[in-house]
């Protein structure tokens, strides 16, 4: 049943303040800019996609995600991506859990987000439930001169139906090139060491086209964001990818986690539902380290990327990421994980 245009419709609440905050931020030009990523949870659009396994999340589905609901969190995301600025807009944001283009646009076009002028990269995924990876990207401070979306695929597993990696080669602040990959990796359903393998599988198909880049140009700025839906400290990342520690640096390593002091704080991003007072760190950003020194042209501003989570995002009751949903009962907060970020800035080549 196609829903779209029925229900309840909401409408776009963006107020006089909201507009004027957002104006502010635009017309600052950034010293520095920013790279955020951000998995929203089950951004569905409330019409039915017959060709998708979305209908838990319309209007006549088990969570009763009406046009109010909906847009409600439209409104909340934009605000979300002009405040983790924090005095400017981020150069890219990437994104991960969103259905289709028409909730991206919903996000740019219907929220505070209007304002601003950022383009999209999107591409519908394999992905049996319909959630994609998408890049937004402000063309003032990056242009993208090229994109492809990886396929995660594997004799071994003929059925893994996965979201793809994005692949952008852009040019920052029109003179820095760099190479960003937005992921989200399969989950941890069936437990950790169960899906182990098919996370693997994303970390070798990403490590083939890191070491392509890398043997090309020894110094390429590398940022890869994303949900991993693994740990820093979990095989297809450390022994796959090869990623390391940036306070354990080897000359050998070519990739640096950006999470690790977090990680090791026990400071995280996400809360599993069986792991009611440990956080996560599924949610990562990784630079190659040749960003650490700006050896070309783009460096990393601190040693480490940071996670946002400013109190709007925190449920008060346990201190969790304040979510849309718990189980099937509405909270109208935002995600159950938080946003990360990295800040990188332009030094002399």
């Known amino acids: 049943m196609n829903v779209h245009g029925q229900g309840e419709q909401g409408t776009s609440d963006i107020s006089m303040k909201d507009t004027q905050d957002v104006q502010t931020h635009v017309n600052y030009k950034n010293p520095n800019v920013r790279f955020v990523f951000y998995n929203t949870e089950n951004l569905f659009h409330p019409s039915d996609d017959p060709v998708k396994s979305d209908e838990?999340?319309?209007p006549d589905g088990p969570y009763y995600w009406t046009y109010r609901r909906y847009y409600s969190k439209i409104n909340k995301l934009g605000k979300l991506f002009v405040a983790i600025g924090e005095g400017y807009m981020p150069a890219i944001i990437g994104l991960c859990e969103i259905e289709n283009r028409i909730v991206i646009n919903d996000i740019l076009n219907k929220s505070v987000m209007k304002y601003c002028s950022y383009k999209?990269?999107?591409?519908?995924?394999?992905?049996?439930?319909?959630?994609?990876?998408?890049?937004?990207?402000?063309?003032?401070?990056?242009?993208?001169?090229?994109?492809s979306f990886i396929r995660i695929d594997d004799p071994q597993f003929p059925d893994l139906k996965t979201r793809d990696i994005l692949f952008v080669s852009g040019i920052l602040l029109e003179s820095i090139h760099c190479h960003v990959f937005i992921n989200h990796w399969p989950s941890r359903r069936g437990g950790q060491m169960a899906s182990e393998a098919k996370r693997i599988i994303a970390a070798k198909r990403l490590k083939q086209i890191v070491d392509s880049l890398s043997f090309n140009d020894p110094g390429s700025n590398i940022i890869i964001m994303g949900d991993f839906n693994d740990e820093?400290?979990?095989n297809s990342l450390t022994q796959v990818l090869r990623t390391g520690d940036p306070?354990?640096?080897?000359?050998?390593?070519?990739?640096?986690?950006?999470m690790y002091s977090l990680y090791k704080k026990g400071i995280g991003t996400h809360y599993r539902v069986?792991?009611?007072?440990?956080?996560?760190?599924?949610?990562?950003?990784?630079?190659?380290?040749s960003m650490l020194y700006g050896r070309n042209g783009l460096k990393?501003?601190?040693?480490?990327?940071?996670?946002?989570?400013?109190?709007?995002?925190?449920?008060?009751?346990?201190?969790?990421?304040?979510?849309?949903?718990?189980?099937?009962?509405?909270?109208?907060?935002?995600?159950?994980?938080?946003?990360?970020?990295a800040d990188f800035q332009i030094v002399n080549k």
Do not use: C, W
């Open 56 to 58: 838990d999340f319309t």
């Open 120 to 147: 999209v990269i999107h591409k519908e995924s394999p992905d049996l439930r319909g959630i994609d990876v998408a890049l937004l990207y402000d063309p003032s401070q990056f242009k993208a001169y090229r994109y």
């Open 232 to 234: 820093p400290t979990n």
């Open 247 to 258: 306070e354990a640096m080897e000359d050998s390593v070519l990739l640096i986690n950006l």
């Open 274 to 289: 069986n792991n009611i007072t440990e956080a996560s760190v599924l949610d990562q950003i990784i630079v190659s380290s």
């Open 300 to 341: 990393l501003k601190e040693e480490m990327a940071n996670i946002y989570k400013n109190e709007f995002l925190i449920d008060k009751k346990n201190g969790r990421p304040l979510r849309t949903y718990q189980g099937l009962k509405y909270l109208g907060g935002f995600s159950d994980h938080l946003p990360v970020y």
